[in-house]
Nanobody, 124 residues
Framework: VQLQAFGGGLVQAGASLRLSCAAS????????TGWFRQAPGKEREFVAA?????????ADSVKGRFIISRENAKITVLVYLQMNDLKPEDTAIYSC?????????????????WGQGTLVTVSS
């Protein structure tokens, strides 16, 4: 399964940015997807997840500011992370992940497939 995340960049605090993740849909019909991030010197942490039925879950640090959504195309699925009111502490490498099934998952160990990350830098 190929996952590709893109859309990162350098923005000022308070700005918005949208990350996208493209995933091949042909491998499995039902899946859960998530976004994780890793800041310099820190461990990777959960950001947001969306399951097959469209239910969502967010880390407390981004709740109310970030929105995860999904768009199903014929053979490709796009998963978005709309990030609003960005803060310097949101600076990190953001990665998307996917796994077969119907779960809404926070644990990175439950994801089978990962895309390469995209860097988001928020200046103060």
């Amino acid at each position: 399964v190929q996952l590709q995340a893109f859309g990162g960049g350098l923005v000022q605090a308070g700005a918005s940015l949208r990350l996208s993740c493209a995933a091949s849909r042909r491998t499995f019909s039902a899946y859960g997807t998530g976004w994780f991030r890793q800041a310099p010197g820190k461990e990777r942490e959960f950001v947001a997840a969306i399951n097959w039925s469209g239910s969502t879950d967010y880390a407390d640090s981004v709740k109310g500011r970030f929105i995860i959504s999904r768009e199903n195309a014929k053979i490709t699925v796009l998963v978005y992370l709309q990030m609003n009111d960005l803060k310097p502490e949101d600076t990190a490498i953001y990665s998307c992940a996917a796994t077969p099934g119907y779960g809404l998952l926070r644990n990175e160990n439950e994801y089978s497939y990962w895309g390469q990350g995209t860097l988001v830098t928020v200046s103060s």
